[in-house]
């Protein structure tokens, strides 16, 4: 990863290197949460009846202040970030990691997918509201540097957000180039914009001060809690920070956080905060109202720039989960394309892509501004968060084998803060929270379905396969014609025989040469190990089993790991091998065991549009034939 000096690095290459990727970091990691200074403030004081008053701002500051220091810097990044799967962050490699240190239970097991597939179903929220909030914001600014523009808002953001979309497939990487450059600007003026109302107003730093926030909540009730919902939106973008971990190392992001990032916010949240103790009106549009009026339309535009770059971060973020999803069992086979030669990472998955873009639309059709959206978006944001905190713990107690008594402690803290900003988020339901809801639930089901079915489909195959050691024996016994070459029979199950090889030997009247058994399995952690990678078993009647092993953050690719089998004492001639498939068609029965009625009918709507296997282990098709099982589930 990129966070390792390399042999023989000078310290001060090392250096150079770290300061280097800190600045690639603050590009790609820290957009979502550098964007949320358009809105936060606006979301919190200027709805739910609030007026901003001194104390309700010096408290609300306190809020906002104390988040970004417990939650962001030292849940996330002190925390959290040190539960690394081999170097790759986000709540499905995570989820992977508890799992694996609780490999003893399966219900454990279990349970801690559950909440790493609900997690990861509402990062797609996220995935949807971030995109819409950040443009819609930044594009708001027209309203105050032209109010006669303001009913041209939604069809300017739509048209940014549509253009936005349709450049995902060429790649984030030849236009992430100038994303570093341009969010740097983005957090350099952020810091001096507030500066420059500090210096005004420097009792707004009296803030700092945490009795703010208690007085805060003593003072306004439930209003109070009511704008924990808006607070929250301060720290969107705190899962961004762990997700690219594998991209650009913990230093790194550290160093750009502490460094860099965390300044530049608060000068600005609080800049905010000194102009709204001078002006309580301004509470419209307090970001906007910092910037001077001959500066307005140039900083619309540099806030739709980091905007689209906030929403590139999430988007891809999406592809990544997907393909990691996709891997671990829980995601059909979708179409992935590489964008880029240099780095693996990056992807782009054309389904998730039209999905996202539609979503998009919708939200900002059917909300219509940020100040709406600022209701759907907490939700997302506080559970997915709340589900990272539970599976962090986890690793801690089985992986880093903390007391009990430091889990607890540092469970209740996070959970405390957790469940409070999601608490928050609960009351703003009927106003738009009910959306990423909804569209957690939704794909919450297909996950759990696609892995469920795919569970059934192969209990089905192997309760209805022949032993394979018998089998070998009878062809001993009764030898049939032998062909030339080597096939090779895709397998659930090493232990019986493949129903495609059965249908070979049925129809056609012959077995070829060599027969090889290829079961493909997918690890825990993100590459395999060299090691790892192949394991053959020999058989007589010249059978052989092979499992080749893959990463979940692999792209799996058959012919070329067969080329490296020559080492471990099997080699294949390409020209000379034909792979041979039964292609599965599910059948719902309601008298089979398993899932409800209608999960059956789901799950064989996903299995016939799912990316054929073939496709997805980049199997060549001049070298297959595929043979058709009927399987009832």
């Known amino acids: 990863m990129g966070q390792h000096a390399t042999q023989g690095e000078s310290p001060a290459e090392t250096r150079r290197r770290l300061r280097a990727l800190a600045l690639g970091a603050i590009g790609v990691v820290f957009g979502d949460i550098g964007t949320s200074p358009l809105y936060t403030m606006k979301e919190t004081l200027g709805t739910h009846g609030m007026t901003p008053t001194e104390p309700a701002v010096l408290g609300v500051l306190s809020l906002v202040f104390w988040s970004l220091i417990m939650v962001v810097s030292l849940k996330y990044v002190t925390f959290v970030m040190r539960a690394d799967n081999k170097g790759e962050g986000g709540i499905m490699a995570l989820m992977a990691l508890a799992q694996r240190s609780m490999s003893g239970s399966a219900r454990a097991r279990w349970v801690l997918a559950g909440i790493g597939i609900f997690g990861a179903a509402l990062f797609y929220g996220d995935g949807v509201i971030t995109p819409a909030i950040s443009v819609l914001g930044a594009v708001e600014g027209l309203q105050v540097a032209a109010p006669g523009l303001g009913r041209y808002v939604v069809w300017i953001a739509l048209a940014i957000l549509l253009g936005m979309f349709a450049v995902q497939r060429y790649g984030t990487h030849k236009v992430g180039k100038a994303f570093a450059p341009v969010m740097t600007l983005w957090f350099v003026v952020l810091a001096v914009l507030g500066v420059r109302q500090i210096i005004a107003n420097p009792q707004v730093l009296y803030a700092v001060n945490p009795l703010h926030a208690v007085r805060f909540f003593l003072s306004h009730g439930d209003t109070s809690f009511i704008a924990l919902g808006g607070v929250v939106l301060a720290l969107t973008g705190a899962e961004a920070l762990y997700a690219d971990m594998g991209h650009f190392g913990k230093k790194p992001i550290r160093l750009a956080w502490f460094g860099f990032v965390l300044p530049a916010l608060l000068l600005n949240y609080f800049g905010q905060g000194a102009l709204l103790l001078a002006d309580p009106l301004a509470i419209s549009s307090p970001f906007y109202l910092m910037v001077p009026e001959s500066l307005l339309y140039p900083m619309i535009v540099l806030s739709a720039a980091a905007a689209v770059i906030a929403s590139q971060a999430v988007i891809s973020g999406a592809f990544s989960m997907t393909r990691e999803a996709m891997s671990l069992g829980y995601s059909p086979r979708l179409a992935v394309v590489h964008t880029s030669r240099e780095m693996s990472g990056q992807i782009f998955v054309p389904w998730v892509n039209r999905m996202l873009m539609v979503l998009v639309i919708l939200a900002v059709l059917g909300f219509r501004s940020s100040d709406n959206l600022g209701a759907a978006y907490g939700i997302a944001v506080t559970g997915t968060m709340t589900m990272t905190t539970l599976l962090a713990l986890v690793v801690a107690r089985k992986r880093w084998h903390w007391s009990w008594l430091t889990v607890v402690l540092v469970g209740v803290l996070f959970l405390i803060i957790d469940l409070s900003f999601f608490g928050a988020n609960l ?139 020559t080492r471990e004492g099997l080699g294949f001639d390409m020209m000379d091998t034909t792979f041979f498939l039964s292609r599965e068609t599910i059948v719902a029965d309601a008298r089979r065991p398993g899932m409800a009625l209608w999960r059956d009918k789901l799950f064989a709507f996903l299995s016939r549009n799912a990316m054929p296997a073939t496709a997805f282990f980049q199997i060549p098709g001049n070298r297959l034939i595929e043979l058709g099982a009927q399987v009832e589930i």
Request: aromatic share 8%; glycine share 8%; hydrophobic share 45%.
């Open 427 to 565: 009351l703003k339901v009927a106003h738009g929270g009910w959306f990423p809801l909804v569209l957690g639930v939704v794909l919450f089901t297909v996950m759990t379905t696609w892995r469920r079915g795919r569970e059934l489909v192969v209990r089905e195959i192997k309760q209805g396969g022949l032993a394979l050691a018998p089998f070998i024996e009878n062809i001993a016994e009764h030898p049939p014609l032998r062909v030339p070459g080597t096939a090779i029979f895709l397998t659930a199950n090493q232990h019986a025989v493949p129903h495609a090889l059965l249908h070979n030997l049925k129809h056609n009247k012959v077995l070829h040469e060599r027969n090889v058994l290829l079961t493909v399995e997918t690890l825990e952690t993100p590459v395999a190990e060299a090691d790892e990678r192949i394991a053959i078993t020999p058989m007589a009647g010249n059978f052989f089993g092979l499992e080749l092993r893959f990463g979940f953050a692999e792209d799996p690719n058959i012919p070329l790991a067969l080329t490296q089998c």
